[in-house]
């Protein structure tokens, strides 16, 4: 009996450690984070692993390899040289558990909508698709605070050497006249550097501070409180640089009454070094113009450029080593003109084009809601323009191009509007004058370049625009078609699409995407077969945009898994009415102001919302209060918003 116990005792024992490690093996494993994205060559991940001793895979090769990207024994993932989406693997014996991680190698959002067409797509997005943008795998991962609003697209370059390693980093650029670099990926916010544009170092000179909102414009709060950087900079990755402008004013002494003051207005082109926020190329320079004309305020036949009543609010565009900067006006306060200003990108001291839209008339600024303007493959420079003095199908014309689309191309030489830019093309509504008359800016939209068409029915080359009068126009950029008194039968096509737009659209699979203000997200079709849009909408929202309606981005794999991203922006805070009281003064009431809310939807049926960031209990994703005409900028898994407080940086949940 007591043998017989014993061996029980023993089996009990050893039945028991096998038991163990049966349980061991059968353990469940579980790999963090479970979605991921990266770079492609310099951005690695760690991932973990619930259980101890596990060994890793990628794509079921243990340990990876060149053309998947390889994985270590403690799970550093380092991804391969080519874009793709992958499967890590962590195994422990007969268990496995499973995370995905997206390559890309998308280069960089450099510029106002993503590249000089303006059609605001990035296609090289792999971690951002259905399946990944809900309310339990997407939201808002951290922010970046700021000193002012930000009203500019935030800008994106990946792998950049700085702080010490290869980072993505985002550039920010606000209203208090600031400058930052912000490592793009790491929680909570690292900030590489913070400049001021007004110090010594970046130009600036005593008792210089950006400008006063009610000295300038029509004291309408448009800019509140103060104007700095508006227009959206751009990056030129080759010298790693990032042009910017700054408004400024020294001195102020307000009298009390709008754009009544006896200081003195600056805009200066700054020229940044991306890593260490310098300037460089003898930045900055004072932004300084003049043209023949005699037109409003002008002196001895000739038009001059004023600091105090030009808005820089277009983004800056580079094309064939020149820096393209654009004014209008703030709250239309006149007297001004539209002007487009070219500097050396390799030394910013040399001016070397200039073109004044009105220089025999008056207004035709060029702002386009905050829109860049388009540049085609052979140089040409694309801008629109709003109310103004038109008469260039006058006998004798006078060269004055108020509600316009406008083909600029470079020469050598004096032209009627300025020096070294002529005027290749252009197109003017039948009924400019009305628009003109009735505030219906055609220039409170910018240019979208299609892409050039093969099918021989039509024209090769097209652009599409539409402005505050809701009309969509299909224009050949070959022959734009100039003026006719009757109607715009001239022109490839011309439908009513919308209610009133102040931005840029997105173009995507020869898809329109646009948001006009108190209307719904549009989709419009356009067929390659016979180079014309559908003018019935082909889906939309069902949320209803206010004012100013919205400004949409499109990330994609390519052709495939599109999704439209949109801020709804109408609690900027100047109109608006949530609060059921006057939001229309200023100082604007605190509780007029509300959040950007991000929107995401199936770019091939905007009835399908994807996701908000409304959406998440508890206001988990809440934005930072809104700026009104910034896109979102989407890069590498993550979602850039703008605020006047913050970067708000939305992604894959950990």
């Known amino acids: 009996m007591k043998g017989k116990r014993a061996f029980s005792t023993l089996w009990f024992t050893v039945s028991s450690m096998l038991m163990s490690i049966g349980s061991l093996h059968a353990a469940t494993v579980t790999v963090t984070p479970p979605r991921a994205a990266v770079t492609v060559t310099t951005q690695t991940q760690q991932f973990t692993s619930s259980v101890a001793g596990v060994t890793w895979s990628v794509d079921n090769i243990v340990g990876g390899n060149t053309t998947v990207g390889t994985i270590t024994s403690s799970g550093l993932y380092a991804p391969p040289a080519t874009a793709g989406n992958h499967t890590i693997r962590a195994t422990s014996g007969t268990s496995s558990g499973a995370a995905t991680i997206a390559v890309t190698d998308l280069k960089g959002i450099l510029t106002y909508h993503n590249d000089s067409a303006r059609d605001g797509v990035n296609m090289r997005e792999f971690a951002l698709m259905p399946s990944t943008v809900t309310t339990a795998t997407f939201g808002k991962l951290f922010s970046c605070a700021v000193d002012g609003a930000v009203y500019a697209q935030p800008l994106w370059i990946r ?46 000179t005593a008792n210089e501070k950006p400008v006063v909102w009610n000295d300038v414009g029509n004291c309408f709060g448009d800019i509140y409180p103060e104007v700095g950087v508006t227009g959206t900079p751009v990056i030129d990755a080759s010298t790693a640089t990032i042009y910017l402008v700054s408004a400024s004013e020294k001195n102020p002494v ?146 004055d191009y108020g509600d316009s689309i406008i083909r600029l191309h470079s020469i050598t030489g004096n032209t009627p509007n300025g020096v070294n830019l002529s ?15 009735n505030d219906t800016d055609l220039g409170s939209g910018a240019a979208v370049l299609l892409p050039n068409q093969s099918s021989t029915t039509g024209p090769p080359h097209l652009l599409v625009q539409t402005g505050k009068g809701g009309v969509v126009y299909l224009i050949n950029r070959d022959n734009m078609g100039e003026f006719n008194t009757a109607n715009n039968d001239q022109i490839v096509q011309s439908f009513s699409g919308l209610s009133g737009f102040w931005g840029t659209p997105a ?134 918003v703008s605020t006047r407080t913050a970067v708000n940086v939305y992604g894959l949940l950990p």
């Open 507 to 640: 173009l995507w699979n020869n898809n329109l995407y646009i948001g006009g203000q108190n209307d719904s997200l549009r989709q419009f079709t356009f067929s390659p077969a016979t180079e014309r849009f559908t003018a019935s909408v082909a889906s939309l929202s069902t949320h209803v945009y206010g004012f100013p309606g919205t400004n949409p981005s499109v990330s994609s794999q390519g052709t495939s898994h599109g999704i439209v991203w949109t801020i709804d922006s109408s609690l900027y805070g100047y109109s608006s009415l949530s609060a059921n009281i006057n939001c229309s003064v200023v100082p604007v009431p605190a509780r007029c102001t509300g959040p950007a809310v991000l929107h995401a939807y199936d770019a091939a049926n905007l009835t399908m919302e994807y996701w908000n960031s409304a959406m998440a209990a508890n206001g988990r994703d809440t934005a930072g209060p809104a700026v009104k005409f910034v896109p979102p900028t989407v890069a590498n898994g993550k979602v850039y």
């Open 254 to 399: 307000s009298s009390g009454h709008c754009s009544n003051t006896s200081a003195t207005f600056f805009h200066r082109l700054h020229a940044l070094d991306l890593v260490t926020g310098n300037e460089k190329f003898n930045a900055p320079v004072i932004i300084a113009a003049s043209a023949p004309g005699i037109g409003v305020a002008s002196s001895g036949g000739m038009v001059s450029f004023s600091s105090q009543m030009g808005n820089q609010r277009s983004g800056l565009a580079e094309v064939g080593g020149k820096i393209i900067v654009t004014f209008a006006a703030h709250e239309d306060a006149t007297p001004y003109h539209g002007w487009l200003i070219a500097y050396a990108a390799s030394n910013v001291q040399q001016r070397v084009a200039v073109f004044n839209t009105t220089p025999n008339g008056s207004d035709g600024g060029i702002w386009a809601g905050g829109g860049a303007p388009a540049i085609d493959a052979g140089g040409d420079i694309y801008v629109t323009t709003g109310n103004g003095r038109f008469d260039e199908a006058s006998s004798p014309p006078h060269n």
């Open 159 to 204: 792998g950049l050497s700085i702080g010490g390693g290869v980072h993505n980093v985002i550039f920010v650029a606000t209203q208090h006249d600031s400058a930052y670099a912000f490592d793009a990926d790491a929680s909570p916010c690292v900030t590489y550097w913070h400049v001021n544009l007004l110090d010594a170092l970046h130009g600036g």
């Open 423 to 437: 005027v290749a093309g252009w197109f003017t509504p039948f009924n400019q004058s009305s628009l003109s008359q």
